[in-house]
């Protein structure tokens, strides 16, 4: 009976931007699903999107000068009708407890896993054999206006024309208020559990357990919103203003002058965050005190998980609140025409919009640094700190920049008339003069802004430098060679490191036992007067020749190696680990491994950043957790390969060369994060193709039945694609069986009796989930078929044969023989 997984394609996007041939690939753009051209509105959105983030960076690109602060956009992912998400428009935005992400819009109301749109309408549902039931498949109306879960996991959702329906147990059914024509508002839950009910027919407080409602304000239209300040005063509000609930009526509170209606209400810790027709206030319900924010219209407001707010207004712009009266607009996202705005419990922003899908957005971590150049962004290579505060950035063919905090980007020529050269790396001399190689083979030394060509081997391709002692190391292809200097820096001579003859080096490290630990193709060697006493390499273990990054910890000595395609690999008491992606690492590719304040490791590879939150607990597996483009770094893979192309500054903050410009993070505002622990969830199953009823987590199935398909999930609405299972049917699977990124699985038949079929999800770089969804299957045996009916039934055969064998004997003696 082997089990057959069957899995299910997403769309995947991505881009490209490169320059300088001989370092880096040309610019591509492009928008694809599963290798096919996206089509369709969502298609064009994402495009949309993208054109909109690289337009944002253009303009600050083509600008006469680089950008004095790194740049933080955020990350935005959209869905549209081509994902799955019901068309019109999006009204609202709820995540339950289970994880699932509830989208209410006048088509339907949708539930999502980060990858994939169930979509429930009013219409009856179907039993097993496909035949109508007096269940309900969905809401008492496809247009969703308000949703909300209350304490107790029920899902109440609101229509615009049909009053309320509830989710529980698994079932839809209508909830009788209102007469079941009129339009939910907005639903809003007690502390003691009752339900406020803003709707067009009026103001009501619904009991959950009897369902009766019990009337504030009836026949009133406008009541909208209602919120709930510090103290526990109830307010609501809508066209006819604002109003205190006190001793069950409604109180007036005066809106500021010149103000008619208000828009939004939401609390805001003591206070309440209020939009009028015109402005946006905190109100400080004690003092009767209004605060103006400086912004007009507002619609929606969310506080989002780091307590800051994001403000949607009627003129098109998202504004982030960035400190105590400070507001910026959010430029990625202007237009959009926001109608609500949701969050999750993983850090995301969701934006419902009236024509253009549901956006996933969220704040940035990384912010970027471009190099402009002939209105391209080129590509950085090498970072060195300049001993002062500063930085010096060196681009592949864009040249040489000197950077500070808040001041100019100067560009630092090496030639004289020429602004392309290529870096490959840089070095700080011992008597403060900055070294620099190039990937024509040249050296340049630079003091005091003055750029003097040292010496060239641009016969050997590519130079890398380093300082070594009272002299300084160069790299080239095949060979690396000590160079002495004179008093004023010049090269006196040359000499080639024997022990290293045919190896190409691109890294060198100080070791702590003593000497220099040398990287490149090949591996990785520690050399101590002139003679390798240690090394690691294929030979030894190591997951790859091609070594790039090396970092070796100062209390224990611990050394983590990484490689270009073969992961990570860490030496502790002599013995090697290797880990990629097969075992936790999110990315093969690790160029850089830099350490933060915390003791945690950042990598740099091909699929951005992967940090690893606890290295000293890593055993067989490893945990980590990638960072990319919807984490600001856009694109997100990391120009590497080269000693200096990642730096840690005199701040703490990380630097990485990209594939376009530099990227910047401080992880101090990244405090104490894990992977994220995904929620399996059972989502259904089928017998032959037909749907089944699951009742409480069990399936009983129909009798004979064969091919039994099981789908399952796991919420995963950061990183959907990154989402792994693994299964199995007790007491027919004798362990887990893993089953990739596949969704459902396939069994052509179930053995008689009772079984439980349990999944288990896990994000890349993550654990198993601690607690699997499990489905109990009960398929009964035939009444005939079991086997003391089989037994019974044999044993009466057999007496029916010796019988009938008797009584055949016995007749033939009674029988008068013919010769008689």
Known sequence: MPAVHRGRTAAAFGARHRVCPQLVKRSRTGVRRDGNQVKGFAGWLRAALGLLAGLVLSHAVSASAPLRHPDYRVGVH???????LPPSGVNAIVQTRDGYLWIGTFGGLARFDGLTFTTFRNRPALDARGARSSAQAGPVSDRISALLEDRQRRLWIGTQDAGLSVYAHGRFRPVPVCG????????????????WIASSAGLFVLDPASEKARWIDPGRYGRAHIARDGRGRVYVAGADGLFAVTDGRLRPIPLPAGDA???????????????????LYRYEPGAGRWRPLGIAQPTDALQAADGRWWVATASGQLLRERGPGRWSEVRELSGVG??????DDEGNLWIGSGNRGLLRVRSPLFGLLPVPRAGLNIAGRAILADGRGGLWLGSACGGLRHWREGGPMPLQPLRPGEDDDCVTNLAAGRDGALLVGTAEGNLFRVVAGESTRVGNWSERGALNVWAYGDRFLIGLRGSTLEIGVDGAGRPTGERRIEALRGLSINNLVAARRGGYWFVGDGGAWRVLDGRIVEQWTPREGLSSRFARALYEDPNDGTLWIGTYGGGLNRIRDGRLSRYDSRNGLIDDTVSCILPDHRGRLWLAGNRGV?????????????ESIGYGAEDGLIPAEVNGGHSTSCHRDSQGRLWFSMVEGYATIDPRQVPGVRPLTIRS????????????????????????????????TGINLSRPRDTYFRFRLLGFDHDWVEAGKSRSVLYASVPWGEHVFEVQARTLGGRWSPLAASLRI???QPWYLRPWILILATALGLVILVGATQIGAGQDKAWPRKDD
């Open 681 to 712: 969830r059972i989502e259904g199953a089928t017998v032959g193709g037909r749907e089944q009823n699951i009742a409480g987590a069990a399936l009983t199935l129909p009798p004979f039945a064969q091919n039994l398909e099981i789908r399952y």
């Open 778 to 780: 009960s398929n009964p």
């Open 261 to 279: 209606w208000v828009r939004m209400l939401k609390r805001s810790g003591d206070e309440l965050l209020i939009g009028t027709d015109r402005a």
């Open 338 to 343: 926001v109608t609500r705005l949701g969050r």
């Open 180 to 195: 079941g024509t009129c339009q939910i508002n907005t639903l809003f839950e007690m502390p003691g559990g009752e339900l």
């Open 78 to 84: 959209a869905y549209g009708t081509d994902d799955g």
């Open 610 to 622: 992967t940090l690893l939150p606890d290295p000293a607990a890593a055993a067989a597996d490893i």
